[in-house]
């Protein structure tokens, strides 16, 4: 159970602020796939009102990471293994390349703190809490992209990140996950330090790739293969 989020009282509307909570939300893993969202219960952990709820649902369902269900409202998409494959090598593909040229960009305060992201994800993996591990990636990535300075590669990115996201929990279903996971950031801070951007895009392809077959195989054994 997740603790609730407040509304950012700076966002331009109510609307806005719940969209983009619930894009978060959907980006992390906090929803299942498969699983049906309630609007009046999203709403009562929002502290807001149904309809910007309902408006900011729809807005997602538009975009693809949610789902319109007749007579079942909105719900979280589940992937086939075709589906992921290529999600997975887009991601790689795409990634990979704003990896690079963030490498190229980013600053040493920049690099700091993608150092300290890499020291909160490894500590979260210790203790076993999914839930920061995946806020300290997706901070980690999110500045190393943006530092890119591509508005345009970023947000095709995060459109697949919302396709990607109610699957990440599934990483943390395998045992053996969390000895690794955090191995391919290790290397690309160590690439970052020795001012190696072609080693920094070779590192997140393989964080994305190792933590894709993580995936995959839980995918396969819920399908029953």
Not at 20 to 48: C, D, M
Not at 206 to 218: K, N, S, T
């Amino acid at each position: 159970m997740t603790a609730p989020v407040q509304v950012d009282p700076e966002a331009p509307t109510q609307q806005d602020a719940v969209y983009a909570t619930l894009r978060q939300w959907v980006t992390v893993g906090r929803f299942q796939p498969g699983e049906r969202l309630k609007i009046r219960q999203l709403a009562e952990r929002l502290g807001s009102g149904l309809m910007p709820v309902r408006a900011a649902l729809q807005r997602l369902a538009a975009e693809g990471a949610l789902l319109n269900v007749p007579n079942a409202g909105v719900a979280v998409p589940r992937l086939s293994l075709a589906e992921f494959d290529d999600l997975l090598q887009m991601r790689m593909l795409l990634e990979g390349e704003a990896a690079e040229r963030g490498a190229l960009r980013l600053d040493a305060a920049g690099g700091r703190a993608l150092a300290a992201l890499g020291a909160r994800m490894g500590a979260a993996l210790a203790r076993g809490d999914a839930t920061d591990y995946l806020a300290a990636n997706e901070d980690f990535h999110v500045q190393l992209y943006r530092a890119a300075g591509s508005p345009l590669l970023f947000t095709l990115i995060e459109t697949l990140w919302l396709k990607a996201g109610p699957v990440s929990n599934r990483l943390f279903e395998a045992p053996d996950a969390a000895t690794v996971l955090n191995e391919a950031h290790d290397a690309a801070l160590a690439a970052l330090a020795r001012r190696d951007p072609g080693g920094v895009r070779s590192a997140v392809e393989r964080d994305l790739f190792v933590a894709g077959q993580f995936i995959r195989r839980r995918l396969r054994t819920s399908r029953g293969r």
